[in-house]
Nanobody, 127 residues
Framework: QVHLVESGGGLVHTGDSLRLSCAASGLAFSSSAMGWFRQVPGKEREYVVVSNKNGRSVYYSESVKGRFTISRDNARNAVYLQMNSLKPEDTAVYYC????????????????????WGQGTQVTVSS
């Protein structure tokens, strides 16, 4: 059974940093494209950053480029999101997602192709 478990969310102030973690189990992590998405109530889920399976191809949304960094540790079956210079508009539930058994060329900013999702972790940035 596949599990993606996010952690590291919380309440911070503008300009602070947070590091989200996503621990994966039950899947071939090194063969999976991974992504971080976020969602606020009443809006569609949007991509934050996505990575191909080897981490060499990464797409950041314009809203987080230069502030957020994705990293993955295939030995630990984990993916991380370092978030710096946080803004109130970054407030959302953040989700980790996995698309399994893909080639090195596969990367997607669209939520629907992803096979598995975590339960989400709340990030709240106060002004």
């Amino acid at each position: 059974q596949v599990h993606l478990v996010e952690s590291g969310g919380g309440l911070v102030h503008t300009g602070d940093s947070l590091r989200l973690s996503c621990a994966a189990s039950g899947l071939a992590f090194s063969s999976s494209a991974m992504g971080w998405f976020r969602q606020v109530p009443g809006k569609e889920r949007e991509y934050v950053v996505v990575s191909n399976k080897n981490g060499r191809s990464v797409y950041y949304s314009e809203s987080v480029k230069g502030r957020f960094t994705i990293s993955r540790d295939n030995a630990r079956n984990a993916v991380y999101l370092q978030m710096n210079s946080l803004k109130p508009e970054d407030t959302a539930v953040y989700y980790c997602a996995a698309k399994t058994d893909v080639s090195s060329f596969y990367i997607s900013v669209i939520p629907s192709p992803y096979d598995y999702w975590g339960q989400g972790t709340q990030v709240t940035v106060s002004s």
